[in-house]
């Protein structure tokens, strides 16, 4: 009987001390989430689908309280960090005069408007032009909200003079008939989601000339795009 309590408390004790571990680091790892298990396919993949899998994993699942959520087994301390990466062009066919500005509610004609719909405000549209990207959170009867205004450090000042609105979607816009007679613009948002900690970085490079065929258009050399010369720039 001695013999069979020993045992019985050297086995109790190996128990405690197997399941007490939790976070395990060093100087250069961390093992957030650690569990014995026994045998299946770490990742079972195939061309459209990932299937993380393992056997036995005895009392998986999630219990909570009030102040308390408790997530147990082999998986349940995977996390996949994603990024998302969109781009929202310019619609020329969908420019909209615009009247006032307060806050964050656009005075405009709400016609082809709708929740959800990223747009671009301008202010005196043109080559010396201030623009703000913002996606639609309401539409009244003669306005629209917006989540925000999202601007390159300067914000758009409404004065009803040459100030316009245009609905942002799809991959690629046009400029129309380009003369050197006037300055043609357009804007091209887009929208970062992620989890990473470190967030993100964006770089925006070209690869060529502005091309039609082999008609190219150079790049700006002065660093602004002037009327009467044949030239094309960015900024972002």
Known sequence: MRWFLKGLILVGIFSISRFALANMASTNYQINWDSLNYG??????????ILRDTLGNPGAGESQSA???LRAGYRAGIFDQVISFE????NNSSKKSVNSLVDKTIGVE????????????????????????????????ETITVDSLKNGGVAPLID???????????YSTSLGTLNTSEIK????????????????S??????????????????VADGAVTAGSEEYGGRS
């Open 202 to 219: 964006v770089q925006i490079y070209e690869n060529h000339g502005l091309q039609d065929g082999t008609d190219e258009i150079a790049p």
């Open 110 to 141: 709400t016609d082809g408007l709708s929740v959800g719909d990223y747009i671009v405000l301008v202010q005196d549209e043109g080559g010396s032009q201030i623009s703000a990207i913002g996606q639609i959170s309401g539409v009244g009867a």
């Open 160 to 170: 009803d003079n040459n100030d316009c609105l245009y609905k942002l979607g799809g």
């Open 67 to 69: 102040s308390y959520l």
């Open 40 to 49: 299946g396919s770490d990742t079972s993949t195939s061309d459209n689908y």
């Open 185 to 200: 613009t357009a804007t091209i948002g887009f929208e970062i989601n992620t989890d990473f900690d470190s967030g993100y």
């Open 87 to 90: 781009i929202f062009a310019q």
